[in-house]
Nanobody, 129 residues
């Protein structure tokens, strides 16, 4: 069982930045692909970014490519999401997720979230115009 705890959400004006963190416990962190999804008001949960256990494979949703950066520190059991140039469209609850058998390239495919066993409770990000 892997437990995930997100932090770092908040309110920011358009153009601003936030860094989300997710600390994992209860599992062998170094063997999991980690990533982020988000869910806005009245929308389905959508893929944001994913990183392989060594950090050598990283994928982003097209809508965040070039603005968001995912990284991980295996020594701290933590994955990060640096979000820059935020817009109101980025307003959502952001969820950290972990999966051992789903590679980063598959996280953005249809039905991927149903294949990911571990989820955090989420952290709210609100971007005002």
């Amino acid at each position: 069982q892997v437990n995930l705890a997100e932090s770092g959400g908040g309110s920011v004006q358009a153009g601003g930045s936030l860094r989300l963190s997710c600390v994992a416990s209860g599992g062998n962190f170094n063997t999991y692909t980690l990533g982020w999804f988000r869910q806005g008001p009245g929308t389905d949960r959508e893929f944001v970014a994913a990183i392989s256990w060594r950090g050598g494979s990283i994928y982003y949703a097209e809508v965040v490519q070039g603005r968001f950066t995912i990284s991980r520190d295996n020594a701290k059991n933590t994955v990060y999401l640096q979000m820059n140039s935020l817009t109101p469209a980025d307003t959502a609850r952001y969820f950290c997720a972990a999966a051992r058998s789903l590679p980063p390239a598959d996280w953005g495919t249809s039905g991927a979230s149903a294949k990911i066993p571990y989820w955090g409770q989420g952290t709210q990000v609100t971007v005002s115009s």
